[in-house]
C-alpha cells in the first residue's frame, strides 16, 4: 500500500525560528523583510505573526520564550476556530484523565469520551444535536465511541 509523501515544504514552520524573529522584530527593531529572510520565513507569515502576537501581547520583552511559543501555535493552526476546549481546559483533562491511569482506573476508549462529553456539558458548552445523539446511543449501549 503507498504512503503520502509531501512533496512540498510549503506550510512547515520552525516555531523556535519564528519566536525569535518576532523578538527580533519587536524588541531590535529590526525590519520584517530582512528577519524573515536571515530566518528563512516567508515575510507575509511573519508579519502575521508579529500582528497576531502584538493583539495578544501588549509588551513582549516581560513575555518568556515558552510562553510565545504557546500562542504562535495555537495561531498557527487551523484546527483553532474549531477548538471546543481552551488550552488551559485541555490541559486540565488531561491530567485529570493521566491520574485516573495512574491510579489503574481502566478508562476505555468510550469511557473517555463520555468524560469528555460531560466535562464539556459541565462547562456549559454548546453541544450539537450529533453529539447529543452519539452520547444517548453510547450510554444505551447500542453503539461504541
Sequence with gaps: MSRYVRKTDHGITNFNALVAAIKDVKLANKSIRSTAK??????SSLARYIQKASVEIEDISAVDDDELLKLVKRVASYATPFMVF??????????????CCDHYYGLSISDLRLLVYQFAKKLMFSIPQAGKKIKLLAETGIILL
Excluded at 536571515?38 to 515575510?43: Q, R
Excluded at 481552551?86 to 491520574?99: D, G, T
Aim: charged share 30%.
Design 38 to 43: 536571515s530566518y528563512n520565513i516567508p515575510k
Design 86 to 99: 481552551s488550552h488551559e481546559q485541555e490541559e486540565a483533562l488531561v491530567a485529570y484523565i493521566k491520574r
